[in-house]
Structure formats: C-alpha cells, structure tokens
C-alpha cells in the first residue's frame, strides 16, 4: 500500500511538471498534429486505391463492386509505422529531464533521503511518461474513430486496437530506456541527445533482416524493436512480441534503477 | 538519539570524513562547526543515509543508517546545502508532495503541511511559484519540507546560508524553538551561531573531529592558550626581550609605545597563564609594570586556532 501511495506521488509530481511546463502540450500537439496528417493521408491513399480497384471491376465487368481492399492493410499499418516513428523523436523529449533535472536542482537528495525506495522512484517516473504517451496514443485515436461514425461498413477494430498496443508498448520501451539514460547525466540535453542515439541504436537493429542473413543476424534482427510491430499492426496478438517489449522495458527500468542506486555508492 | 561511532568516507583517495564519532542526546542542538570542506555535509549526509559510510557505525534514534535506512528516514527531516526545491511547483503543492512522500497519511496531511507553513512563516507565498521566491523564503520552505513529517532528528546543513541579518535571527529563534522537541543538528560556519543557538558543538577539521564541548567551555578552557596585553615602562628593546624570555612565551608583538609605555601582546602556550611569570620577570629587570590584562579568546580564535595548521597540537590541549 505504501508502495502504490509513493509511486502516486511521484507520478502525481510528474504529471504536474509535464502539464506545468510547455512539454506535454508541445508534445500532444505535434503528435496529434502528425497522427492527422499521416492519418489523412493514409486514409486518402486508401480510398484512391478503393476506388481505383472499383473502377477496373466495373471495366472488366467483374460484377457487384469487385475485389475489396483491406482498410487494415491499407491505412491501419502504414499509419502506426510512421507513429512510431513520431515515438523515436518524441520519447526522448518525455524523459531527459526526469533524473536529469532532479540531480541538477538537487531535489535527487530530497528523494534520496524520504522513507521511498528507489524502484517506487523509478517506477513513479516512468509509469508518468507512459501515462502522458498512452494519452497521446488515446487523443490521436479520435481520428480512427471518425471512420467509425462515418463508414458504411465499420472497418475490424482489432487491428486498430492491436496496433495502439504495440505502438504503446514500443514506445513504452523507450520510455524505460530514456529514464534510464537520464540518470546518467545532469544535463538534459545531453540525456536527451544519448536517448535519441540509444533509441535509433534499436530501431536499426531490425535492418540487419534481409532474406539473406544468416543467423547472427537474424538474431540481431530480432533484437530490433520494431520487428516486432509487425504482427501487432496485423491485428495479430503474438505473445513473444508483447513479452519482447516487456522485457526490454524490464531491462531499462532494472538498468535506471541499479543506475540511480549504485550513483549514491560511487558518490 | 545520534550515535556515531569512528565514521570513516573516502572518495577514491581522498577521505573526506576520518574516524568520526559523536554523540547527540534527545532535544539537544548540536552545532557541527568546521571550515568549508571539513567534512560537515559529508557527515550529515551519511546520517541521513544519501550516502553510505565507508567505515565505522551511525546510529539515527536507535536505527543503523545503513541497515536500516527507511526507518532512520522517517525519523529524519533534513535541509540539504541548497534547499531541494522544485521551480515549477507553488509553495503549499510542493508542501503537499512533500508529505506524501514522507508517509504522511491522508487527514494528518493537510494539518502537518499547514503547521510547517505556520511555523516556518510562509503563509503569505503559499500560492507562490518557488522560482519568484527569494532566498531567504526558499530556504524557509525548506526548513518547512524538513519538519513536515513531525521528525525526532532535525538534520539542517547551513541553515542560515545566504540570509540577510534579520532573516538570520529569525532562523536561529526557530531552530531554538525546535531543539527540545526534536533533536537538532546543525552545521555552520558562522561561529556567533553556535554561541547563539547550540547546546554543544562539534569543531571539525579535515575530517576529523578537533574539538567537542560546550561552546562556554570551550572559550573557557583555552582561555589560557589567549594574548596577555602588557603594558611597561622602559625602553622597548629591552622589555621586549625580557618578556620573550619568560618560559612559555611563544612570541610578543609589540603594539607601540606612549609616553615611554610599551605595550605588547604576549603569546603563550596553550593552557598555560603566564602572568605571574610576566610581572616578576619585567619587574627583576627594573621596568615598571603599569598593566597586564588577559585578553580572552573569543570561539572565533578558538575556531582558528583548531583548524589552522596547527590543529594537531591544538587538539589534545582542548
């Protein structure tokens, strides 16, 4: 109980920071702003082909309105892959400052020296980025609701459903790592530059699959974080996807927080 | 309530703290006195477990620092250097985030928050952003944080840092008002501080404590180790040589001379009065004595005197 009541309280302190500040709203604003563009675009893209293929149904006579075109295929994945790459831009925005600004201001030592643990700090603070990013994710989706209210046939939402959770959950990843590369430095910035170096640095991983890799690199490949967006942007629940992202933000979160104790050892 | 016992810190190889060891009774004010970089903040932040010793025990209301550290934590209210403020936050918010994470309880919140604001007068910035507030209310915002949660221990590093005269004298009246209830420990390196608030005080150097006692009795015990002010009739050379003479004396500085009266100040050994032995000599060799006053040694020359480079011969006189 007490645990939950601390990491309240830093998620509460933390939020409070992110909505006191111009970061969550510059944040919610660019992405909502880029998950319109790229949803109106995709969507457009979608429609020119529907129409198109209806077309040529007609022309060659294939009866009724001819093959349809999957919404999913179409719109749905090519809109989570470009949002995740909103995320690789946005998360080190939504973690530099969490232990950055607390060593730099000193407060690190008003946190150290309460009856609170280090994980229910670790934990406080990432849960409050996930939290802000999952709001984002939840803010952007009124687009893909639209189609809801005005499709004749209403798309499959478990796609829609399937990808926000593995946007969620890979951004979520680096989250985990961004809070841990903020307790490395005193500086924001260069918290933020590391992350964003970090963050790509596992983004590229996934290049290294091409069908002519052998296995070393099918490993690496597997390590990339966004192979594993795939099957989830499919619609399809893969159970060894959502335990790879969980275990990576296991990891930055188990790295964040040897890092913030073994700092008071070293000290 | 604060036992420390042969507490050692080295960073790589510097020792910032050597072979500590101190002991704080319930409701006393200790005053933690020492040169910058004496050790002080090190100390106090091993007793507050934001670092771990080296070597040696502290003991916090009868919990081990370092083997039980969430319990000496709640027992422990302290104000860092620089108070531990969030810029972005208003006074009373800060407050309220304050006590939580110190395990204040739902209803017991509110009363302890608005009590630490009353005590420490910041009622009037209370919807204030921290970041408009000016020194010497950040620092009683902090001392607020410090005494929210009701501590035993009050662990306070520089309390009266960067404060104007008046703000001062405030502080001291409030941590006076605190010790008895809560046991107090602060550092400082203004020495009218300690004579004005502290019971006892702990005069450390280099790391290592040089001396520990009451401030009165710490005056009074190398009173002797002061300057004898002399005044004689005769020619300067000649009484200057008889004083340096006298056994005991280390050095005279000769102050001037009026109306052929010399007067010097006469530099002893610690501990020892020299006086009698001053008056015979001058006398014997046919100089008039006209006046010998002991000048006493205010804590500051005290203070000097023990954490100057001669600290090692200093500390086992006191």
Request: net charge neutral.
């Amino acid at each position: 109980m007490t645990a939950l009541r601390n990491i309240a309280a830093i998620f509460g302190k933390e939020w409070r920071h992110y909505f006191g500040s111009p970061i969550a709203w510059v944040a919610l604003f660019v992405w909502t702003m880029l998950f319109g563009i790229f949803f109106y675009f995709s969507f457009s893209f979608f429609l020119e082909q529907s129409m198109r293929i209806a077309q040529q149904g007609m022309e060659y006579g294939g009866g009724g309105g001819g093959m349809k075109i999957s919404l999913n295929e179409y719109m749905i994945r090519p809109l989570f892959h470009n949002l995740a790459v909103v995320a690789l831009f946005i998360a080190p925005m939504l973690t530099m400052r969490l232990f950055a600004e607390e060593k730099r201001q000193g407060t690190i030592e008003l946190l150290a020296t309460s009856p609170i643990t280090d994980w229910q700090v670790v934990l406080g603070k990432f849960l409050a980025a996930s939290g802000l990013y999952a709001l984002m994710i939840l803010a952007g989706l009124i687009n893909v609701a639209l189609i809801w209210s005005y499709a004749t046939s209403p798309p499959d939402w478990k796609p829609v459903a399937t990808g926000a959770l593995g946007l969620f959950l890979l951004g979520a990843c680096f989250l985990a790592m961004g809070t841990f590369v903020s307790t490395l430095t005193r500086n924001q910035i260069v918290a933020g530059i590391l992350s964003f170096c970090l963050f790509l640095g596992m983004w590229t991983l996934g290049w290294a699959d091409d069908p002519t890799s052998g296995p070393v690199l099918k490993a690496v490949a597997y390590l990339g974080i966004t192979t594993h967006l795939e099957d989830l942007v499919k619609g399809v629940v893969d159970l060894k996807h959502v335990v790879f992202y969980l275990s990576v933000i296991a990891f930055g979160l188990f790295l964040a927080h040897q890092s913030v104790e073994s700092q008071r050892w070293r000290a | 309530m604060i036992e420390v016992e042969g507490l050692t810190k080295r960073y790589g190889r510097t020792t910032a703290v050597d072979g500590v060891s101190f002991r704080v009774e319930k409701g006393e004010i200790l005053g933690f006195l020492g040169p910058n970089g004496a050790g002080k903040t090190t100390t106090m932040r091993i007793l507050t477990c934001y670092l771990p010793p080296t070597e040696g025990t502290a003991r916090v209301a009868g919990y081990d620092v370092f083997a039980q550290p969430m319990e000496v934590k709640k027992r422990v209210g302290y104000l860092p250097e620089t108070p531990p403020l969030y810029p972005d936050m208003e006074v009373a918010e800060y407050l309220e985030f304050c006590a939580r994470i110190k395990g204040v309880e739902g209803k017991e919140r509110a009363n302890r928050v608005a009590y630490a604001i009353e005590t420490c007068r910041v009622g009037d910035v209370r919807r204030k952003l921290i970041a408009k507030l000016s020194k010497g209310y950040r620092q009683r915002v902090g001392l607020a944080q410090a005494i929210l949660h009701n501590p035993e221990v009050l662990i306070l590093d520089e309390p009266t840092a960067g404060l104007d005269p008046k703000q001062i004298i405030e502080t001291r009246e409030l941590i006076r008002g605190l010790g008895g209830s809560h046991t107090v420990i602060l550092s400082t390196h203004i020495l009218p501080e300690v004579s004005m608030t502290c019971g006892r005080v702990v005069i450390i150097n280099k790391g290592r404590v040089v001396a520990e006692d009451a401030p009165d009795n710490l005056v009074r015990r190398l009173k002797g180790a002061g300057t004898t002010r002399i005044e004689v009739r005769g020619a300067e050379a000649s009484v200057l040589e008889a004083i340096r003479a006298v056994p005991g004396v280390i050095a005279a500085h000769p102050r001037g001379s009026h109306d052929g009266i010399v007067v010097a100040d006469v530099e002893a050994e610690a501990g020892k009065d020299v006086r009698a032995e001053l008056a015979s000599a001058v006398v014997t060799k046919g100089h008039g004595l006209v006046g010998l006053q002991q000048l006493g040694m205010s804590l500051e020359e005290i203070f000097l005197h023990l954490t100057t480079a001669d600290a090692e011969e200093a500390a086992p006189a006191a």
